[in-house]
């Protein structure tokens, strides 16, 4: 039933790369990552628990949702007269000083990243290179987020997210100029170091992914040699992550068994989320609903006063194999609980809509759009084991507003900035000798 469903997809992912003529289309994307999802599913049925077909005809339903709305978009634009290519309303050396100003002031504050991080750690250590010392930093973490607290050397948490921001503009800035630059070799390591130090997995993917997308809109086509190092990128955050928080790796490890342990991980990390679902979709009393679509807002809320009582985002483990447990449980466990499948599959729609409409205006040249899509990319992969759209809410309004602030607010139809129209030439005004043939016509 996993082989057939995953044809099914993969079936629904060819037409989508039909209608959108891109691997980034949003609906193409999702789906070809839900095709790979079910095909290691069914590859490791002998392993894993089997999928029930409950849940199978659940994802299906959930890419044809989510395609349909990518679809309707896509008509209704393609119905409207073209219109110009939107662009910065800023000029582009402002837009690279102010780039360059974002990549300075992330390196100077790497010292503010340390503090936070002896803060996180407990014991006034800064052994970075020590397994417990990034356990304790991701224990108090998680401490932190599920307590809603927040300090003022916690608000530099933020540092990470524009460090984030700004090796995407920087990226971005390069393509087009068709040049690398000095600060753009040196801010995107840091940034990645900046995403590594929350001791999760998903800050360092959504750096790698977010990269390789911008990269990808801003030139129009896709290198292997970008595609390679994406690749690589996201093996080395996944494995990062896997040996210094000890979740299937060990730095006094050797090579070779680390290898192992990581494609363990890495398995279980594609295939366990999925038959934990099932599970919880099966027995919803076994595995009590902590996820919802407004976590994020109710947490913005209590960090401002609210004081909403909110459970632990941290769920409860549910055995997928013999000898592996799984605490995360696709994106669907944050639409079926309260919504219900019918529900869930009209969110899959709007997010469809939202992610197209996103989508076309990136592909047709706003960098706003491009900077704000390329941030979302890592929620449709890694939609398997997480929900990190209506999840991450707050993440995507910083998103916006740095977009924003870097590349000036939009034009509004029929209104141009000052500088536009006064490049724009002026009507050419009547000869004199036009004007007195046209009178003496007249007259006579």
Same mark, same amino acid.
């Given at each position: 039933?996993?082989?057939?469903?995953?044809?099914?997809?993969?079936?629904?992912?060819?037409?989508?790369?039909?209608?959108?003529?891109?691997?980034?289309?949003?609906?193409?994307?999702?789906?070809?990552?839900?095709?790979?999802?079910?095909?290691?599913?069914?590859?490791?049925?002998?392993?894993?628990?089997?999928?029930?077909?409950?849940?199978? #005809?659940?994802? @299906?339903?959930?890419? /044809? !949702? %989510?395609?349909?709305?990518?679809?309707? +978009? &896509?008509?209704?634009?393609? =119905?409207?007269?073209?219109?110009?290519?939107?662009?910065?309303?800023?000029?582009?050396?402002?837009?690279?000083?102010?780039?360059?100003?974002?990549?300075?002031?992330?390196?100077?504050?790497?010292?503010?990243?340390?503090?936070?991080?002896?803060?996180?750690?407990?014991?006034?250590?800064?052994?970075?290179?020590?397994?417990?010392?990034?356990?304790?930093?991701?224990?108090?973490?998680?401490?932190?987020?599920?307590?809603?607290?927040?300090?003022?050397?916690?608000?530099?948490?933020? #540092?990470?997210? @524009?460090?984030?921001? /700004? !090796? %995407?503009?920087?990226?971005?800035?390069? +393509? &087009?100029?068709?040049?690398? =630059?000095?600060?753009?070799?040196?801010?995107?390591?840091?940034?990645?170091?900046?995403?590594?130090?929350?001791?999760?997995?998903?800050?360092?993917?959504?750096?790698?992914?977010?990269?390789?997308?911008?990269?990808?809109?801003?030139?129009?086509?896709?290198?292997?040699?970008?595609?390679?190092?994406?690749?690589?990128?996201?093996?080395?955050?996944?494995?990062?992550?896997?040996?210094?928080?000890?979740?299937?790796?060990?730095?006094?490890?050797?090579?070779?068994?680390?290898?192992?342990?990581?494609?363990?991980?890495?398995?279980?990390?594609?295939?366990?989320?999925?038959?934990?679902?099932?599970?919880?979709?099966?027995?919803?009393?076994?595995?009590?609903?902590?996820?919802?679509?407004?976590?994020?807002?109710?947490?913005?809320?209590?960090?401002?006063?609210?004081?909403?009582?909110?459970?632990?985002?941290?769920?409860?483990?549910?055995?997928?194999?013999?000898?592996?447990?799984?605490?995360?449980?696709?994106?669907?466990?944050?639409?079926?609980?309260?919504?219900?499948?019918?529900?869930?599959?009209?969110?899959?729609?709007?997010?469809?809509?939202?992610?197209?409409?996103?989508?076309?205006?990136?592909?047709?040249?706003?960098?706003?759009?491009?900077?704000?899509?390329?941030?979302?990319?890592?929620?449709?992969?890694?939609?398997?084991?997480?929900?990190?759209?209506?999840?991450?809410?707050?993440?995507?309004?910083?998103?916006?507003?740095?977009?924003?602030?870097?590349?000036?607010?939009?034009?509004?139809?029929?209104?141009?900035?000052?500088?536009?129209?006064?490049?724009?030439?002026?009507?050419?005004?009547?000869?004199?000798?036009?004007?007195?043939?046209?009178?003496?016509?007249?007259?006579?």
């Amino acid at each position: 039933m996993s082989a057939a469903c995953a044809l099914a997809i993969f079936a629904v992912a060819l037409v989508n790369l039909w209608v959108g003529r891109s691997l980034l289309y949003p609906p193409a994307l999702f789906a070809l990552t839900w095709a790979g999802y079910l095909t290691a599913a069914w590859a490791s049925e002998g392993t894993y628990v089997p999928v029930s077909a409950d849940a199978l #005809l659940l994802f @299906l339903g959930g890419v /044809v !949702a %989510l395609s349909v709305g990518g679809l309707m +978009v &896509s008509l209704l634009e393609s =119905r409207r007269a073209p219109a110009p290519s939107p662009s910065a309303c800023r000029r582009p050396l402002a837009v690279r000083r102010l780039i360059d100003a974002g990549c300075l002031l992330v390196i100077l504050a790497l010292p503010v990243r340390f503090a936070r991080l002896q803060q996180l750690e407990g014991r006034g250590s800064l052994d970075i290179l020590s397994s417990d010392f990034w356990v304790r930093v991701r224990v108090s973490s998680i401490r932190e987020w599920d307590a809603g607290t927040v300090s003022w050397l916690g608000l530099s948490d933020n #540092l990470v997210l @524009l460090a984030l921001f /700004v !090796a %995407l503009a920087a990226v971005a800035d390069d +393509v &087009s100029a068709r040049a690398l =630059r000095l600060r753009t070799v040196v801010i995107v390591p840091v940034a990645l170091f900046y995403q590594l130090s929350t001791a999760s997995r998903s800050s360092g993917m959504a750096l790698v992914f977010g990269l390789i997308g911008i990269a990808w809109l801003t030139s129009g086509r896709w290198t292997l040699r970008s595609a390679t190092l994406g690749t690589l990128g996201a093996l080395v955050v996944f494995s990062c992550a896997a040996v210094f928080v000890n979740k299937g790796g060990r730095l006094d490890a050797g090579l070779a068994e680390n290898v192992k342990s990581v494609a363990e991980v890495g398995v279980l990390y594609v295939v366990g989320p999925i038959v934990a679902f099932d599970h919880a979709y099966g027995d919803p009393a076994a595995v009590p609903p902590v996820w919802s679509i407004g976590y994020s807002l109710i947490q913005v809320a209590n960090k401002l006063g609210a004081g909403i009582a909110l459970p632990s985002i941290h769920a409860v483990y549910t055995r997928v194999a013999p000898g592996y447990w799984m605490n995360v449980y696709t994106l669907y466990f944050a639409y079926v609980p309260d919504f219900g499948v019918a529900g869930a599959l009209g969110l899959l729609f709007v997010v469809g809509a939202v992610l197209t409409w996103a989508f076309r205006r990136a592909r047709a040249g706003d960098p706003r759009a491009r900077l704000l899509y390329a941030t979302t990319l890592s929620a449709i992969l890694m939609s398997g084991f997480n929900e990190q759209l209506f999840m991450n809410l707050s993440f995507f309004a910083k998103a916006a507003a740095f977009s924003l602030l870097l590349y000036g607010l939009p034009a509004l139809d029929g209104v141009r900035p000052r500088s536009a129209r006064s490049r724009t030439p002026s009507a050419p005004a009547l000869e004199p000798s036009l004007g007195r043939e046209r009178i003496e016509a007249t007259s006579s």
